[in-house]
């Protein structure tokens, strides 16, 4: 895999039921709170601290009671999560099912297994079942894991991604209000409105892939004149794409961020903007999928 553009995780909807159940408190009344200046204020069913390996979060989690193993959050990919096939010859998981996986471009059939429970800082749900897959091999030693949280994990409350703070939080006694300006609605997860200097488009928002921005060849015609360059293929999960890479100068606007003379990477196959981790790594995200609402709170 090329160090420069490992695995990018695009992952379609999710092919399995994300009911679970959970010891975590019940549900109480939401409130609205000035998110991007603290959380402070709010009840949080979990805290804890990540690392950022090769651009990804990384945390720890306890699998089946046993660990602790070295997880990704990865909001591009759909479903409760992922097991690596490592992790699963070593709790010696069952395989329960198969499914269909799809990173945007191909489809590839899959392995399904079945987590008894996974806690993160101390919150736990039960009977996930996953895909398990050999994600480990394709990465460096340093940034080997031995699975993915996906989405779905978070669907009954508000993911808290504060990278300047490198912690990850879970509330469900909090709402993002509409009127922020650094609030925006999405529709399919987790596309976002995104500007490019005059022009309005919509991105695909995910921690899981290490670039700045990666988008299609007709958009870059669309928002740049510039000279490309050509650059090392893009390894997806099931696929590999050609790429070139470019410098844009913007500026990109969604949510509070803006940022301009961003380097791209340009594929004819790639089938939508992409967001990655290389420029959300600035910035406070906050994601409710029960309102459908994201914040990305402007840095400082």
Not at 128 to 156: K, W
Not at 187 to 198: C, D
Not at 211 to 233: C, R, T
């Amino acid at each position: 895999m090329p160090k420069s553009l490992p695995k990018v995780l695009l992952l379609a909807t999710s092919l399995f039921a994300a009911a679970t159940t959970t010891t975590a408190c019940a549900h109480t009344a939401a409130k609205a709170v000035d998110v991007c200046r603290a959380d402070a204020d709010v009840d949080l069913l979990f805290k804890v601290p990540f690392r950022v390996v090769d651009g990804r979060i990384y945390v720890d989690v306890v699998v089946n009671k046993k660990g602790p193993f070295t997880f990704a959050i990865d909001t591009g990919a759909s479903g409760l999560g992922r097991s690596d096939a490592s992790l699963t010859k070593a709790l010696a998981l069952p395989i329960t099912n198969n499914g269909l996986s799809s990173d945007g471009v191909a489809t590839a059939k899959v392995d399904m297994t079945r987590f008894d429970s996974i806690e993160i800082g101390g919150f736990r749900r039960e009977n996930l079942e996953v895909i398990t897959r050999d994600y480990s091999s394709r990465m460096s030693a340093e940034a080997a894991i031995s699975g993915i949280i996906g989405r779905d994990f978070f669907a009954d409350g508000v993911l808290i991604i504060d990278y300047p703070a490198k912690t990850l939080s879970f509330s469900r006694s909090m709402d993002l209000s509409a009127d922020n300006a650094q609030v925006v609605a999405y529709e399919r997860p987790f596309r976002i409105p995104v500007s490019i200097g005059a022009v309005v488009t919509e991105g695909n928002m995910d921690t899981g892939a290490n670039v700045e921005f990666v988008m299609p060849k007709s958009l870059f015609d669309k928002v740049a004149a510039g000279p490309v360059q050509a650059a090392e293929n893009a390894t997806l999960t099931n696929s590999s794409l050609e790429t070139q890479s470019a410098k844009v100068p913007g500026p990109f606007r969604f949510g509070g961020a803006e940022v301009s003379d961003v380097n791209v990477r340009i594929s004819d196959r790639f089938p939508e903007l992409l967001v990655g981790a290389r420029v959300l790594q600035h910035h406070k995200i906050l994601i409710d999928q029960r309102s459908k609402r994201i914040a990305i709170c402007r840095p400082g």
